[in-house]
């Protein structure tokens, strides 16, 4: 077995026992990227000799035993919309092409300082709106398991690179599903945190009250491992909150017999694909067999969550978007004639037009005599979500659901029909909206051998039931490790 | 026809934080451009605001200050507009919830007291500054060192009926937020600026007349101007029988008239909505008790006080009153130098030590004579050491080489009154044998000659004769 297709636990231990480098496994890693990266398309920046320097370095670290995490010396891949001094963060818009940030967001500090070796910047839907990374102004990144098929969005670059095997573990953002969604979509494990556990600043914003930062991996073991490390208040951010961090590690291996998991039924409605629902049930059954308690419970707002958050999102996002003027920093449009040209020009030929379609819905949301209807009446609504998920949390410990309702779709498929790209995150926006930590991890494959995956959701801050559901699963289910045969060697 | 004028004013007060409203870039004045800055108040992509409590601390000041309501969870939105001098794109503002509601303030004018209500204050943060230079490459550029600054938004009710009353409640106004530290209050930099709502309506009837908003009124003398001018234009139209366009209007105050910004401003949809950045500000009664108990003694509770404690006249406390500092210093002279001495304590300070700090355009603050010296000196007039005339010099002294020992100047310089009976009476007698045709005209009714005497006895002892004692010396020798 090469290094590179190593989880981070497996290389945390050699490296701490001392029986590799982690110049070796990065070595590995760039290695590997060398060799499939003209296909899967997942970096936007590579930096290989300052990922060997940072790998030296973290060998120094270890010799002299300082400061030394499980993270010292991992392979680590950021998506593009985390604000980094050593790349440039485009957050694959030509609007940012060529922005480099004077500062480091907070979780790239702490990866940093963790001694995690960062190798560089992967694709995403621009501005993380859509969910199938066909929205990137910059690259096409394609589904590792069938390249027909997109990689999922918006984190799809940092889902594809760790099915890839380019990286040991990365870190995406979820506003809507973008972490869970993808990494059902390629066949891995991806972890949207509690809102407010991990600091968003210097994650470029999309919608700051659904935004979070978290891990992509390949093991919910690496998931625990990597939030261990990002997780935490920052006095730079107002939203991050102080509840103790627990040692999610430690959480994973308690058992779960009593465990109470509540199956929506809202979840399991139509347009789910039977394949899907096949693959998800069957887990289910596989946790009761552990000894999980399965009840059926109702989250009867499920059908206004789609709407709620497409108006939330995208006031939200309208306003955050509106800094791209071509004053300070980022794309102007040349040879234009006063300001308010070059403001039209500038946002007209930088931003995509799904960022487009989006600016203008949540404007119009926002908009005097349209705020009541809109904004204002989506606040309500998300409240009333809140509290199905409240209810729900009394009679269950934790909720187990597909992701979404189809493996992963082919290109062109759904990118001219925005309602319907819309609709496929319906079963991971609610979460977002409560602002629930939630997981998704591989359930199985389709006939046509797509990754299927399996959505755990838990109570604010119960991120450690999360992961010890997960982990039981996984050590059960057997799909870890399975990889897209990417090279010849693999057949 | 005559109108009944109806004036609101909108106060935007630059609050004297070290740092900013949302980061921790110092506010400081006249560095060079974009010294003051970071990501978060240059509005780089994910940089995040973390509310400066300080901010809140002095907003619950000027609330309790001028009787408002403090909001327990008042609420920050985003007010979004683009304009280069804007780094975000928004201004992080409060709307629904803004964190004072419903005070009031008192003010006087030509004797009558009135009270103005204000309707809100709430927190925001500055803008930047766009700057042309004139040379020939035609580009303009940002300064964000302003970005970001605290501004308390002050919006009073239209319940001011004259220019005077909206002069009165400007200056009331603020009085009191530079009584309470919080702000330097510099109309002319911009740091406490102001615009007025002004409309017309016959007097007697309900509802207010199409109102215009004034801005740019850079002094009080300009707020007063700007209004007169504008109430004279909207009469005008509305004799003619024609309507007042509401608008914004820019006060002019070289040509003194206002113009219509039209075209330049178009009507604004904001689209606020709450920031999700920041959270509630949550005050509780804890905090609020703790900054009231911190509040200092209020302009017009100081003025009422001086007057009724010292026995000065009301128009010397208000004098006293227009600076804390002064009224500080008043008290600390009357503190060292007894009771008696209050009402020339205070034409002391307004006369003589003002004439000093306006002749250098400083405050008391940096006045070189100290309360101790001052007090000294009212006694050494107080026992008839020295007249008020050599006082005056000795004061002089004191301020021009910072020496706070006017006895020891005194000494020093041999400026002590003669006031020897014996001495004093030879020099009388001296002058009554050499001037007795003088005294015979007197004696005869020319009583205005009397004042010659005396003049002659203090030109012989260089000013230094006690004039009480000469004066007795004469009556008693030529009646
Ligand atoms: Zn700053």
Same mark, same amino acid.
Request: charged share 25%; proline share 5%; glycine share 8%.
């Given at each position: ?218 093991? !919910? #073991?690496?998931?625990? $491992? %990597?939030?261990? &490390?990002? +997780? ?8 991050? *909150? ?63 969550? !789609? #709407?709620?958050?497409? $108006? %939330?999102?995208? &006031?939200? +996002? ?8 071509? *004053? ?164 | ?479």
């Amino acid at each position: 077995m090469e290094l590179f297709e190593c989880s981070l636990e497996e290389l945390a231990g050699m490296l701490a026992q001392k029986e590799i480098s982690s110049v070796e496994v990065t070595r590995s890693v760039l290695g590997r990227i060398a060799a499939v990266e003209d296909r899967i398309g997942a970096y936007l920046a590579l930096d290989e000799a300052g990922a060997l320097a940072q790998a030296e370095e973290a060998d120094r670290r270890r010799a002299g035993d300082e400061g030394v995490t499980p993270l010292t010396g991992i392979p680590i891949g950021l998506k593009d919309l985390l604000s980094t001094r050593d790349f440039k963060t485009t957050c694959a818009s030509k609007m940012l092409a060529d922005y480099r940030p004077e500062y480091d967001a907070t979780v790239v500090t702490r990866l940093k300082q963790a001694g995690a070796v960062l190798l560089g910047k992967l694709n995403m839907d621009e501005f993380a709106m859509g969910s199938s990374t066909e929205n990137s102004a910059l690259k096409k990144t394609v589904n590792p398991w069938d390249f027909s098929k997109v990689p999922g969005g918006s984190s799809g670059g940092s889902a594809a690179a760790v099915a890839a095997a380019e990286a040991i573990a990365t870190l995406g953002s979820d506003t809507g599903g973008s972490i869970r969604q993808p990494a059902s979509f390629c066949g891995v494990v991806g972890l949207k945190p509690s809102y407010g556990r991990v600091s968003r600043y210097g994650l470029v914003a999309f919608a700051s009250s659904l935004d979070q930062i978290g891990p992509v991996t390949l093991t !919910v #073991a690496d998931a625990a $491992l %990597l939030l261990q &490390a990002i +997780a935490g208040v920052d006095p730079r951010d107002s939203t991050a *909150v102080a509840t103790p961090v627990p040692d999610y590690c430690a959480a994973l291996k308690k058992e779960i017999r009593g465990l109470k998991l509540g199956v929506p039924r809202e979840y399991f409605a139509a347009g789910l694909d039977p394949e899907v629902e096949a693959a998800v049930r069957l887990a289910i059954t596989q946790l009761e067999g552990l000894g999980a308690e399965i009840v059926e419970i109702s989250l009867p707002h499920t059908d206004y969550a !789609v #709407a709620t958050y497409y $108006l %939330l999102a995208t &006031a939200e +996002a309208s306003s955050n978007l509106a800094r791209y003027d071509g *004053v300070k920093y980022g794309f102007r449009a040349a040879d234009c004639d006063g300001l308010k040209e070059m403001y039209f020009r500038t946002r007209a030929q930088g931003f995509g037009s799904e960022v487009k379609r989006r600016i203008m819905l949540g404007t119009y949301a926002l908009s005097s005599g349209y705020y009541d209807a809109y904004y204002r009446k989506a606040q309500q609504v998300r409240t009333l979500i809140r509290r199905d998920f409240d209810a729900a949390f009394d009679s269950c410990d934790a909720i187990v659901s597909p992701v979404c309702p189809t493996p992963a779709f082919a290109f062109g498929e759904k990118i001219d029909d925005p309602l319907a790209m819309y609709l496929s995150d319906i079963l991971t926006i609610p979460v977002n909206l409560a602002g629930l930590p939630a997981l998704s991890l591989p359930c199985g494959f389709s006939g046509a051998g797509l990754p299927i995956g399996f959505q755990v959701i838990a109570a604010p801050f119960a991120e450690e039931t999360l992961l010890r559901v997960a982990w039981h699963y996984e050590q059960q289910a057997g799909w870890v490790g399975k990889r897209p045969q990417l090279t010849e060697e693999e057949v | 026809m005559d109108y009944e004028i109806v004036i609101g004013l909108e106060v935007h007060c630059q609050l004297k934080t070290e740092t900013k409203i949302f980061c921790g870039c110092s506010t400081s004045f006249g560095e060079l451009p974009n010294a003051n800055t970071c990501p978060v108040c240059t509005g780089m992509p994910g940089a995040l605001p973390v509310l400066n409590r300080k901010v809140v601390d002095f907003a619950i000041r000027a609330g309790l200050a001028t009787n408002c309501r403090i909001v327990p969870n008042s609420v920050f939105a985003r007010k979004n507009y683009f304009y280069p001098d804007l780094p975000k794109g928004y201004q992080i503002s409060q709307f629904e919830l803004p964190i004072c509601l419903s005070g009031s303030l008192e003010i006087e004018v030509e004797g009558e007291s009135k009270t103005i209500g204000i309707t809100r204050i709430h927190m925001e943060e500055d803008a930047g500054k766009l700057v042309h230079p004139e040379d020939e490459f035609g580009v303009s550029y940002v300064d964000y060192n302003r970005a970001c600054v605290p501004l308390l938004e002050i919006v009073s009710e239209p319940d001011m009926r004259s220019a005077a009353e909206a002069v009165a409640y400007l200056k009331a106004l603020r009085d009191v937020m530079l009584y309470l530290g919080i702000t330097d209050g510099n109309m002319e930099e911009g740091s406490f600026r102001c615009d007025a709502n002004i409309s017309l309506r016959p007097f007697g009837q309900k509802e207010f007349g199409i109102r215009a908003e004034l801005k740019n009124m850079n002094s009080f003398r300009n707020v007063q101007r700007a209004i007169d001018y504008e109430v004279e234009r909207q009469a005008e139209i509305l004799d003619e029988g024609g309507t007042v366009v509401q608008e914004t209007r820019l006060w002019d105050a070289e040509r003194g008239v206002t113009r219509s910004m039209r075209g330049k401003e178009e009507a604004h949809d904001y689209r606020y909505f709450p920031d999700p950045d920041l959270l509630p500000v949550v005050i509780d009664e804890e905090w609020i008790e703790e900054v009231r108990n911190s509040l200092p003694e209020l302009p017009a509770a100081k003025r009422r006080r001086l007057a009724a404690d010292y026995g000065i006249p009301a128009s010397d406390a208000e004098m006293l009153c227009a600076d804390r500092a002064l009224a500080d210093y008043f008290e600390a002279v009357v503190e060292l130098a007894g009771a008696g001495q209050a009402k020339s304590a205070a034409n002391w300070i307004m006369v003589e030590l003002m004439k000093f700090l306006n002749e250098e355009k400083v405050g008391i603050i940096a006045c070189p004579v100290t309360p101790a010296g001052l007090a000294e000196l009212l006694g050494l007039i107080a026992d008839g050491t020295i007249s008020g005339k050599i006082a005056k010099q000795v004061f002089a002294t004191m301020y021009e080489q910072g020496d706070n020992a006017p006895k020891k100047i005194v000494e020093r310089e041999g400026l002590a009154q003669m006031s020897d009976a014996g001495e004093l009476a030879a020099l009388v007698d001296e002058i009554i044998t050499a001037n007795a045709d003088k005294v015979a005209q007197y004696q005869a009714g020319k009583t205005k000659l009397f004042g010659f005497f005396v003049g002659q006895v203090m030109k012989k002892t260089g000013g230094q004769a006690n004039p009480r004692l000469v004066n007795e010396l004469f009556k008693e020798r030529i009646g």
